[in-house]
């Protein structure tokens, strides 16, 4: 049965045109919309069978375009576009508001003792490996030993950065400068993590397809070009908030009516982040296409033992110009 719709919606892209940096955006701010998480497992696999039965017309008679996208919404927010298995909650992109806010806000607040600088160093790795690890491109597959590796060695990376620049800083620059150590860790620790996370991408290569969707063969160089565009959307993401709040900061708490309400500064810090964040995620993330795209002369020239396999699985058929491959989050 064919829905009563005005017009079909095209479920298999975006409502957006992913090539320009506005198109990204507005899809963006869509999928990662914080209202999402609260949607029940049951209301989101519905949604996922509703796209189903769209696709193959079969749909209810009564059905709306809205209810489509809705469910199209729904389903880009929790469900991985490499294997169409819904993601944990934390992990999702549409979390980085709620769960970003209150570690960002803590690690700003809280960074004068070793104690605080540890744990907070430690809670925003293991929310950052868990992230990293639900936006992974899902055709790579990835063990626990790597997992445990890459887990391990971010968290270190920041803690030592921290540590290190925390202590150095106390001897030769003013508190405000003190203020930054948090996002100079968080950096460091996101160009550890990210790749570890996804190292089997950059050992064994990443799937690349033709325009057609014709999965050709693995590229270890589009592996290094997803990831990189990756770690520095997020360095970008958090920069302002961890950036511009210390500066607010070190302003409020020279006033005498702030000084006396300390116990608000860490909830005030939090909601300060949140809005940075409900800004800066899809911004973020629209900063380079998902569907990445890797010329063939490159391939052939960096990679000749994949592109011999292309050769092989086009057959017959001509060889694309450009290849195609899904960076991640």
Not at 13 to 20: A, K, P, R
Not at 305 to 321: A, H, M, W
């Amino acid at each position: 049965m064919v829905g009563l719709l005005p017009q079909r919606v095209d479920v298999d892209n975006s409502l957006w045109d992913q090539t320009t940096f506005y198109g990204r955006l507005r899809h963006f701010f869509w999928v990662t919309d914080p209202r999402t998480i609260t949607v029940r497992n049951a209301e989101l696999d519905s949604a996922k069978e509703l796209l189903r039965l769209y696709k193959i017309r079969e749909e209810q008679p009564d059905t709306t375009r809205d209810q489509v996208i809705y469910a199209k919404k729904l389903y880009e927010s929790a469900f991985h576009p490499d294997t169409g298995e819904r993601m944990n909650v934390i992990g999702r992109m549409s979390f980085q508001v709620p769960g970003g806010m209150i570690i960002t806000g803590c690690m700003l607040q809280y960074y004068r003792t070793v104690p605080q600088v540890v744990f907070w160093q430690w809670v925003n790795q293991s929310f950052n490996a868990l992230v990293n690890y639900t936006n992974r491109n899902a055709k790579s597959t990835i063990t626990p030993m790597r997992i445990g590796v890459a887990y391990v060695s971010a968290t270190t990376s920041a803690l030592v950065t921290a540590l290190v620049l925390k202590n150095y800083l106390e001897k030769v620059a003013s508190p405000l400068m003190q203020r930054f150590v948090p996002f100079v860790a968080v950096a460091a620790a996101n160009c550890v993590n990210i790749p570890l996370m996804r190292q089997s991408e950059l050992k064994d290569g990443v799937t690349v397809y033709s325009k057609e969707g014709q999965q050709l063969t693995e590229s270890r160089i589009a592996a290094v070009k997803g990831i990189s565009q990756v770690v520095f959307s997020r360095i970008f993401m958090a920069a302002p908030g961890m950036l511009v709040l210390p500066l607010i900061m070190e302003k409020l708490e020279s006033y005498k009516w702030m000084q006396r309400m300390k116990i608000l500064h860490a909830p005030i810090q939090t909601l300060l982040v949140g809005g940075f964040l409900l800004f800066m995620t899809p911004t973020a993330c629209a900063l380079f296409p998902q569907t990445c795209s890797l010329s063939i002369k490159t391939l052939q020239r960096w990679e000749p033992e994949k592109y011999n396999k292309l050769l092989v699985n086009c057959g017959s058929s001509s060889i694309p110009s450009v290849l195609f491959f899904n960076k991640g989050l």
